[in-house]
């Protein structure tokens, strides 16, 4: 196979959780642009149509916006017969759908702890179980998980005053490989990749003046001193997507500018 025909998604359906922004939105941009047709998924159908719109446009990719919590099975059973009812299969599955919550590590809610949990790692879980199933029966199959640099680490109160998230990382990061053992089997792929510090809405608070501290921080344990964009992101997407890493499986890519090796 021809070099740039690795990285080709032409006729391939991906499922990207937590698409309509952000990194999410970073991925879906990515493989329309390599000829996927992309699943965006997310709980807010303004966002994503928006960005569905915008890919429709710039890359003629067949784009469907889904509304769904991604904590909630009933949502997710409910997405998934929508994509059925579309396309007659899905070829790459990212669970991108995260969230963060901050409060003061002593004082930290219980109730904010599991809702963390159940976002960032019972619903990859569920989600992933049942498309795991699915391309069972198609015989391959290829799934992404977004993690964190955060998953490898702690971190200090200034910068990341959310103490359950590390833990929901690192637990994606140990779910990743123990899938890509159990899965390969049945020819499906489970890789990660583990962002550090991107510019996206969950970021936008650093550009403001009163948090310029922070930005200096974050810049500050980032070798590359910048923090990651669009490009960033849907290089290293495409390439785990794509037969370019297939023999691939059970790895987790840090993305963070060096960070970790900090």
């Not at 710039?58 to 009933?74: R, T, W």
């Not at 990212?94 to 960032?120: C, I, R, S």
């Not at 929901?168 to 962002?195: D, E, G, H, W």
């Not at 669009?230 to 370019?244: I, P, R």
Request: with cysteine.
């Amino acid at each position: 196979m021809k070099l740039q025909d690795l990285f080709r998604l032409n006729g391939k359906i991906a499922l990207v959780t937590g698409g309509g922004r952000g990194i999410g939105k970073f991925i879906a941009t990515g493989f329309a642009e390599a000829g996927a047709d992309v699943v965006i998924t997310s709980r807010k159908m303004e966002n994503l149509q928006a960005a569905a719109d915008e890919l429709k446009r710039k890359y003629g990719a067949e784009i469907l916006p889904i509304a769904c919590d991604i904590s909630k099975e009933s949502d997710i059973d409910l997405m998934l017969n929508a994509v059925k009812n579309k396309f007659p299969r899905i070829d790459i599955l990212v669970n991108n759908a995260g969230a963060t919550w901050g409060a003061p590590t002593l004082e930290f809610p219980l109730e904010k702890w599991d809702y963390l949990f159940d976002v960032n790692v019972r619903g990859i879980w569920i989600l992933t179980q049942k498309v795991a199933n699915l391309m069972k029966q198609q015989g391959k199959g290829n799934i992404i998980n977004i993690s964190s640099v955060m998953g490898f680490r702690g971190s200090d109160e200034l910068g990341h005053p959310a103490v359950p998230y590390n833990s929901t990382k690192a637990a994606v990061n140990v779910l990743t490989m123990n899938l890509a053992v159990k899965l390969a089997p049945y020819n499906i792929r489970v890789n990660a990749i583990a962002p550090g510090f991107f510019g996206t809405d969950m970021m936008a608070y650093v550009n403001k003046e009163e948090f310029k501290k922070v930005r200096e921080a974050i810049l500050n344990v980032v070798p590359l001193n910048r923090i990651g964009g669009e490009d960033d992101m849907k290089g290293v997407a495409v390439f785990l997507a794509s037969d370019a890493s297939a023999y691939m499986t059970g790895h987790v890519l840090v993305n963070d500018g060096g960070q970790l090796a900090r």
